[in-house]
């Protein structure tokens, strides 16, 4: 070996700590941007197990019913988005369309109902890029902002009439054992209410004539009916009707041979931060001025209930507001409201609503500013017309 050989191999093997450190931590914060709902879950976790060491109590945490319900929905979910059934769906109510003004309401809708059957994340990654597509090729991106802001609330408040709908519902139903015809006529008031205010927001848009050129999608129907199938199975285990333990089994093994790149698509990162959120909650739930401060607050009244889980929802999310308060009252009712509608607000009232953010700011780098206000605005105003409603519900 020649001196010159010798000193390629030393380089190949020498390791640039700078360089490496460097890279580790862009990739760090790369991360941190794309899933800051799950990191900040991470880290509140972390800091309770700090004060709250492990034990045995830890596996009482969790409510293993919702991780299946919410692991079996996706996986379909999933596999139903890979063949095209969105928007197979999407584009011939679009098609039905002929100005921007029923093409939003088109859009809003669809959403809308697709939050109550498939939860409000999942519907606005399937629906949003449909949204983009159809204002793009009709050169009508000036009003992305709104439109994005009016599907992320339908996703959010049209989620709330079922179980399904929104990631907390299905917490709650599980945690409280609440009954499916009790949930859905709670909540229809609001969801009432919520229809009519979007339904008047899209009046705020012209009807400027469009017609959607974009390109038709296919789906195979033997796959469609056999992933609706396996759909139907998973909202059976939501509503308790066969063992979460038979769909836990019977969906992952039918798309390891089906899809498996439906298996590979799901958002585990949701599943995580749901792991995370049940030690936080758990530990909360065990630190003793935080249990009496919470006790106190929630003991008072269902009033106070409604208004503490609403407004903690704008701080830490309306998922973990959820398993938190859960912990401290056994009044559903202005909890489920609370949590529902806490959804509107801030930017990280609602994992949905940063979905939403990253999706339009991926589009329209340096218009963040805009969103954020035109996105306040409307969200604080469903907020307030809503929680007036729900204070006189309890």
């Known amino acids: 070996m020649n001196k010159t050989q010798a000193v390629r191999i ?59 319900c919410l692991f079996c929905t996706l996986v379909v979910i999933c596999g139903l988005k890979e063949i095209n059934f969105f928007y197979v769906c999407a584009e011939r109510i679009i098609s039905l369309a002929k100005n921007l003004r029923l093409a939003a309401i088109a859009l809003v809708y669809i959403t809308f109902i697709g939050s109550m059957l498939i939860a409000n994340d999942m519907a606005l990654i399937t629906f949003l890029p449909l949204g983009y597509i159809v204002l793009h090729c009709t050169k009508n991106e000036k009003y ?43 909540m229809f008031p609001p969801f009432i209410l919520a229809i009519a205010i979007i339904t008047g927001c899209c009046f705020f848009l012209p009807k400027t004539p469009l017609s959607y050129s974009g390109e038709k999608s296919v789906m195979p129907k033997g796959r469609m009916i056999v992933y609706l199938a396996l759909f139907a199975l998973s909202i059976l285990v939501v509503f308790r009707s066969i063992p979460y333990q038979m769909g836990l089994v019977i969906i992952p093994v039918a798309f390891l041979f089906l899809d498996r790149k439906a298996l590979q698509s799901v958002d585990y990162g949701l599943l995580f931060t749901f792991v995370c959120f049940f030690i936080f909650s758990g530990n ?86 805009s969103y954020i206000k035109l996105f306040s605005l409307l969200n604080f105003g469903f907020l307030a017309i809503l929680l007036g409603l729900c204070m006189f519900l309890v």
């Open 144 to 186: 992305m902002a709104f439109v994005f802001i009016l599907q992320n609330i339908a996703a959010n408040l049209g989620g709330m009439l079922t179980p399904f709908g929104n990631p907390q519902n299905l917490y709650l139903y599980s945690y409280f054992g609440i009954g499916a015809g009790e949930f859905v006529k709670t």
């Open 10 to 68: 030393k380089r190949r093997h020498h390791i640039d700590l700078p360089e490496f450190f460097a890279h580790l931590k862009s990739s760090i914060i790369g991360f941190a941007k794309k899933n800051p709902v799950l990191c900040i879950a991470a880290v509140l976790a972390a800091v309770t197990s700090v004060i709250v060491p492990p034990d045995a109590a830890y596996v009482g945490y969790f409510d293993f019913r919702t991780l299946t």
């Open 284 to 369: 909360m739930s065990r630190i003793t001025v935080v249990s009496d401060l919470m006790q106190d607050l929630l003991g008072q009244s269902d009033k106070m209930t409604l208004l503490v889980s609403s407004l903690s929802c704008q701080g830490i999310s309306n998922v973990p507001s959820a398993i938190l308060l859960s912990k401290f009252t056994q009044s559903w009712r202005p909890l489920l409201y609370g949590v529902n509608i806490g959804g509107c607000g801030t930017l990280i009232s609602s994992l949905a609503s940063l979905i939403t953010f990253r999706t339009y700011n991926s589009h329209n780098p340096g218009k963040a500013g």
